[in-house]
């Protein structure tokens, strides 16, 4: 949780990240506690998450989900 981004790293909001998974953002909050994706705090204590991390959860997650579909 306390890395600190490269400058041209893109950061996005706990609602950017929920958009992408269709989930709650509450729900990526849980994730970045459980350490399921790692998170950057701005100085008002605001979590971002490194845009690279989650495409790379999303590409592991979609997959997934299309098997569970064709079944």
Known sequence: M???PSESEALLTP???AALFR???KTVTRWAQS???SS???L???RR???SEVNELLGRTIPAQRNG???
Request: charged fraction near 40%.
């Open 35 to 37: 350490g399921k994706l």
């Open 49 to 51: 998450y490194r845009e």
């Open 23 to 25: 989930v709650d953002p």
């Open 40 to 42: 950057i705090r701005t």
């Open 44 to 46: 008002g204590g605001h």
């Open 15 to 17: 609602a950017e990240v």
């Open 69 to 71: 579909e064709d079944s």
């Open 2 to 4: 306390g890395m600190r």
